[in-house]
């Protein structure tokens, strides 16, 4: 079955750095569209960044020259770059593939930045 195991967060300072790594398994990565999705308390939850299974990128307008995502289809892995964070990155962050309609999302990684 689909798995999603997203890994990396923790509590950093602002103007910090964290790398987020999701591993997914019971399918072919290499063949999916991979993204990243925030939720916030009290918010509803938000696309990220998005990578196509040629590597070409997509970010939302809040994250970008920040955030970078990537692919290593060896490992089955993606990941989020995140650099310049600020109070406002803080939230659960989430692995997803979607495909036919069906969504699949990882358990979440909690990220929070305060000083």
């Known amino acids: 079955q689909v798995q999603l195991v997203e890994s990396g967060g923790g509590l950093v300072q602002p103007g910090g750095s964290l790398r987020l790594s999701c591993v997914a398994s019971g399918f072919t990565f290499s063949l999916y569209a991979m993204r990243w999705y925030r939720q916030a308390p009290g918010k509803e939850r938000e696309l990220v960044a998005t990578i196509s299974i040629g590597g070409i990128t997509n970010y939302a307008d809040s994250v970008k020259d920040r955030f970078t995502i990537s692919r290593d289809n060896a490992k089955n892995t993606v990941y989020l770059q995140m650099n310049s964070l600020k109070p406002e990155d803080t939230a659960v962050y989430y692995c997803?593939?979607?495909?036919?309609?069906?969504?699949?999302w990882g358990q979440g990684t909690q990220v929070t930045v305060s000083s």
């Open positions: 997803n593939r979607r495909s036919a309609g069906i969504e699949y």
